[in-house]
């Protein structure tokens, strides 16, 4: 059970170094639209980004943490594998908004939504109309860093390669996965949720400055939709 507890509080952190790393991309490609002494409001927007970060792992982390429990009580690995599939989705599914969103900004200066992704329904129209270095810069973002994710979380994340883990009595397994699945349901409702107050989050709670693209980087790309 302590394994699957490492792995999970590491699961956690990894989506927090995702998401730090896109945001650093994001800047990189879209540099020159910051102003002159604009260093530390982009440094402010990691930090004020870090709720809506936490609410976007508490959707991404609920079905794989339940899992998890499953798995806890019944050692299957076909349970893992599972887990381990719907995780490396929602990777690619993260890097595709987050390096479409790149390239919106730096053609469009807005956030990916759902209105942008409207366009969608029609996807030759859009890759016609964008230029080729922006239809390259996506792909290659969206490939290269997929692989990347996906490599470190099959090894270093996973729970997979632990398994088999050590078979305890049946009862102990239960009621260890029952706890763990208690607690890991309190994390993740809490977290997209935004905390215990009264009003859920917002997009508008990562707001902190006038400069709109520092703003628009603290908001999650995939929360925003």
């Known amino acids: 059970m302590k394994s699957i507890i490492r792995r999970t509080l590491l699961l956690i952190l990894f989506w927090f170094g995702i998401f730090f790393i896109n945001r650093i991309v994001f800047y990189c490609c879209t540099m020159h639209l910051l102003h002159d002494g604009a260093f530390s409001i982009v440094l402010q927007s990691f930090w004020h980004s870090i709720r809506l970060d936490r609410s976007m792992i508490g959707y991404l982390s609920l079905f794989p943490f339940f899992l998890y429990a499953l798995y806890s009580i019944f050692r299957k690995k076909i349970i893992l594998r599972i887990a381990d599939t719907v995780i490396i989705l929602f990777i690619i599914l993260y890097n595709l908004c987050a390096f479409g969103e790149v390239c919106l900004y730096?053609?469009?200066?807005?956030?990916?939504?759902?209105?942008?992704?409207?366009?969608?329904?029609?996807?030759?129209?859009?890759?016609?109309?964008?230029?080729?270095?922006?239809?390259?810069?996506?792909?290659?973002?969206?490939?290269?860093?997929?692989?990347?994710?996906?490599?470190?979380?099959?090894?270093?994340?996973?729970?997979?390669?632990?398994?088999?883990?050590?078979?305890?009595?049946?009862?102990?397994?239960?009621?260890?996965?029952?706890?763990?699945?208690?607690?890991?349901?309190?994390?993740?409702?809490?977290?997209?949720?935004?905390?215990?107050?009264?009003?859920?989050?917002?997009?508008?709670?990562?707001?902190?400055?006038?400069?709109?693209?520092?703003?628009?980087?603290?908001?999650?790309?995939?929360?925003?939709?």
């Not at 942008?116 to 230029?131: C, G, I, M, R, Y």
């Not at 290269?144 to 470190?152: A, G, L």
Request: glycine share 4%.
């Open 106 to 225: 730096r053609e469009w200066k807005a956030k990916l939504s759902m209105q942008a992704l409207e366009h969608f329904t029609n996807p030759s129209e859009v890759f016609k109309s964008a230029s080729l270095g922006l239809t390259v810069l996506f792909f290659s973002l969206s490939i290269i860093f997929s692989w990347i994710y996906i490599r470190v979380f099959s090894r270093k994340i996973s729970i997979l390669p632990l398994h088999p883990l050590e078979m305890q009595p049946l009862l102990s397994r239960a009621w260890k996965g029952f706890a763990f699945l208690i607690c890991a349901a309190a994390f993740c409702i809490i977290s997209l949720r935004g905390g215990f107050q009264q009003i859920p989050i917002q997009s508008s709670d990562s707001f902190f400055c006038t400069t709109p693209i520092a703003n628009d980087v603290a908001v999650n790309p995939l929360w925003n939709l």
